[in-house]
C-alpha cells in the first residue's frame, strides 16, 4: 500500500499582524457584510478580492426565495472582478460573516463551490490566491485554493 499525505498549513493572525494591504482586504470584507441580501439565513458574508494590479473587487451573498438561485459573497466577489478585469489575476481573498449581530468568533470556510471556482482562477492564471477568513479571535490565513481543495479537478486533466 502507499500513501499519499496532504498538509494543511493553517496561520492565525490579528489584524495587526497583517500588512497594511492584507487589513484593508480583510476591513472590506467585513464592511461588504453590510449589503448582504439574506432575509432567509440572517448570515451576512462579505468577501473582498486583490487584483495583481492593486485594485479590489468586493461583493457579498445574495439570497432568493428560491434558495440554489443565491450566490456566496465569494463567488459574487470573483464573478464581479473577473466580469470587470478578465486581464488581472487574482492575488488575495478576505471573506467575513456577520449574524445575531455580531461578527463570528471563529471563522466561516468557503463552500465546495466557491473554492473550486476560485481554484480554477489558480489554475487559469498560474498563481496562487491567498485567503484570509476573518474571526473575532483570529484570522485564519492560508496560502491557496489547492490547499482547501487538495486532489483538484481543474479541467487541466482534460487538455
Ligand atoms: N455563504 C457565503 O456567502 N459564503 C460562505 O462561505 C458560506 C455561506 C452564504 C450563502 C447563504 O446566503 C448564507 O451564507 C447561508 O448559507
Known amino acids: 500500500m502507499k500513501e499519499l499525505q496532504i498538509r ?25 457584510t453590510k449589503s448582504s441580501y439574506s432575509p432567509y439565513s440572517h448570515f451576512s458574508v462579505g ?29 459574487s466577489a470573483f464573478f464581479y ?6 486581464e488581472q489575476a487574482p492575488v488575495a481573498i ?31 492564471y498560474g498563481q496562487p490566491i491567498k485567503v484570509m477568513l476573518y474571526g473575532e479571535e483570529g484570522i485564519y490565513v492560508v496560502d491557496s485554493f489547492r490547499d482547501l481543495l487538495p486532489l483538484t479537478f481543474d479541467g487541466s486533466e482534460m487538455e
Request: charged content about 20%; aromatic content about 4%; glycine content about 6%.
Open 8 to 32: 494543511l498549513s493553517v496561520s492565525i493572525l490579528s489584524l495587526d499582524e497583517l500588512t497594511a494591504e492584507e487589513r484593508e482586504l480583510v476591513l472590506k470584507a467585513k464592511e461588504m
Open 47 to 75: 468577501a473582498a478580492i486583490r487584483l495583481a494590479d492593486g485594485s479590489i473587487y468586493a461583493g457579498s451573498n445574495q439570497e432568493n426565495a428560491a434558495f440554489p438561485v443565491g450566490l456566496c459573497a465569494e463567488r
Open 81 to 86: 472582478a473577473q466580469a470587470n478585469a478578465p
Open 94 to 124: 478576505a471573506i467575513a460573516a456577520f449574524t445575531g449581530g455580531a461578527f463570528l468568533a471563529k471563522p466561516i470556510s468557503p463552500c465546495g463551490a466557491c473554492r473550486q471556482a476560485l481554484l480554477e482562477a489558480e489554475t487559469r
